[in-house]
T-cell receptor
Framework: GNSVTQMEGPVTLSEEAFLTINCTYT??????LFWYVQYPGEGLQLLLK?????DKGSNKGFEATYRKETTSFHLEKGSVQVSDSAVYFC???????????FGRGTSLIVHP | DGGITQSPKYLFRKEGQNVTLSCEQN?????MYWYRQDPGQGLRLIYY???????QKGDIAEGYSVSREKKESFPLTVTSAQKNPTAFYLC?????????????FGPGTRLLVL
């Protein structure tokens, strides 16, 4: 069936390090792809999204490119901050169902 | 400011008791959703509704019930049939229920069993 696979965490980095969180999906057609972020004790909020192949979503220094050929949507940031510590969820919504499928989340911990 | 509110923030349930979690939105969104979040398992869909007076079961609807009498409100009842209700519950909404739309989440309710 359709699914989203994210790298397992926690990912632990020092401030100003480069971040990559891998995300791959299995779905037919051309799904919309999302990254959501969840800070401790809060709900999720959209970080960025891309709705068609080769689109790049970006926000707050984070970027992800919709790669149809590798069915991937990896999240990157050039220089992380302590305030980026959170759980990051990759998700997709395919044409057959508008309900998104979420990955299990990747915890990011950034040390000063 | 528009948004989604959930109450209470923490809820305690006794054995055999039904409890209701509130979700209200003032975004004028048509579609609303309930998710359950357990550690390391991501989000699992409980129920969703695309229009008033209509709702559909999600992946883990057993032991839960919902109503959608008003566009703004989508309360979730955790019944005594739900044997393992301890979790973080998230309500969300989207404008119309299309695949490219962003989901807007409330702050969540943490349910604990006494």
């Amino acid at each position: 069936g359709n699914s989203v696979t994210q790298m397992e965490g926690p990912v632990t980095l020092s401030e100003e390090a480069f971040l990559t969180i891998n995300c791959t999906y299995t779905a037919t057609g051309y799904p919309s792809l999302f990254w959501y972020v969840q800070y401790p004790g809060e709900g999720l909020q959209l970080l960025l999204k891309a709705t068609k192949a080769d689109d790049k979503g970006s926000n707050k220094g984070f970027e992800a490119t919709y790669r149809k050929e590798t069915t991937s949507f990896h999240l990157e940031k050039g220089s992380v901050q302590v305030s980026d510590s959170a759980v990051y969820f990759c998700a997709y919504a395919s044409g057959g169902s508008y309900i998104p499928t979420f990955g299990r989340g990747t915890s990011l911990i950034v040390h000063p | 400011d528009g948004g989604i509110t959930q109450s209470p923030k923490y809820l305690f349930r006794k054995e055999g008791q039904n409890v209701t979690l509130s979700c209200e939105q003032n975004l004028n969104h048509d579609a609303m959703y309930w998710y359950r979040q357990d550690p390391g398992q991501g989000l699992r869909l409980i129920y969703y509704s695309q229009i008033v007076n209509d709702f559909q079961k999600g992946d883990i609807a057993e032991g839960y019930s919902v109503s959608r009498e008003k566009k703004e409100s989508f309360p979730l009842t955790v019944t005594s049939a739900q044997k393992n209700p301890t979790a973080f519950y998230l309500c969300a909404s989207t404008p119309r229920g299309h695949r490219e739309e962003t989901q807007y989440f409330g702050p969540g309710t943490r349910l604990l069993v006494l």
